[in-house]
């Protein structure tokens, strides 16, 4: 469970996310892990990697960054500062050293991928300024504990994958496969969301909206499938399941009517 943030966490937001995967029937193998629990374990990755000389203290702020950065992918690049020093000691936050080579990767939707994360993200945060460990880092600490050998996700989190297998390469970590899903997105390229006023899945009608994410990923279920109940249509996607057509696309608009066609989808290019 990806409660790292705190600060940010919704009360009762866990719950809900787990009672409905419960309704879609997608079950998890053993005790949930919360990140929330797991400070010890990123604050020991973090030590691995200041002992190897590949974290540093920063004590620049979100505007010294900004006024002395440059944009890249994911942002302000950050302008290397600090980047000669290594104490964490009253510091802002710890930044991993990122050099010249370029991270590559084959994604099994969206091909071959490549980064240099010196040029286009630059050195990335790893303990933020609030003391709270960075999503980047924490992702990778905990697909090592759980073995996790294939991950599937947005397509939002694309770019973040070169810094992921940076870091499991830092610490010796086993890099997964990937494969991005295409986002669903408004008619002006917005991720559906509660910030776009997008509607959350009715889990009182599995069957439907089981189906309905089917054909956005290019399958062909039946339609008299939305009737059935979760588990059937679990077991129909797992029988009927063909990779190769789902599109190989970062981003789908959707109408109000519903999820479209394969042909309506439209690429969006990548940075």
């Known amino acids: 469970m990806e409660d790292l943030d705190q600060p940010r966490a919704v009360a009762g937001a866990a719950e809900e996310i787990l009672r409905t995967l419960e309704a879609f ?12 629990a797991r400070s010890e374990a ?13 974290a540093y203290g920063c004590t620049c702020s979100r505007r010294d960054v900004a006024r002395a950065g440059r944009r890249g992918e994911s ?12 104490n964490p000691t009253s510091t802002l936050c710890i930044r991993i050293r990122t ?12 091909g071959p991928t490549k980064q240099s994360l010196n040029q286009d993200v630059g050195d990335f945060v790893v303990r933020r300024s609030d003391g709270i460990h960075a999503y980047q880092l924490a992702v990778v600490v905990d697909d090592a504990a ?19 297998i940076y ?3 830092a610490l010796c970590c086993s890099t997964p496969t990937y494969r991005h899903l295409p986002l669903a997105v408004t008619a002006g390229g917005e991720k559906l969301s509660k910030m776009t006023s997008a509607a959350a899945v009715d889990r009182n009608r599995p069957g439907k909206e089981m189906v309905r994410a089917l054909e956005f990923l290019g399958q062909k279920p039946s339609p008299d499938l939305s009737k059935a109940g979760a588990n059937d249509v ?22 109000s009517e519903g999820v479209p066609g394969v042909a309506r989808a439209v690429d969006y290019i990548r940075q």
């Open 25 to 36: 029937a997608l079950h998890w193998d053993d005790a949930i892990m919360y990140q929330s």
């Open 42 to 54: 990123y604050a020991s990755a973090l030590d691995t990697l200041l002992d190897k000389g590949l």
């Open 75 to 86: 942002g302000i690049i950050y302008p290397g500062t600090c980047r000669q020093g290594n």
């Open 99 to 110: 050099f010249g080579e370029i991270v590559m990767f084959v994604d099994a939707t969206q």
């Open 146 to 164: 759980q073995s996790v050998t294939q991950i599937v996700r947005g397509s939002d989190l694309l770019t973040s994958t070169p810094r992921q």
């Open 167 to 169: 870091l499991q390469r």
């Open 234 to 255: 679990v077991a129909w996607a797992v029988e009927h399941w063909n990779a190769d057509v789902v599109p190989a696309r970062l981003a789908i608009p959707v109408s």
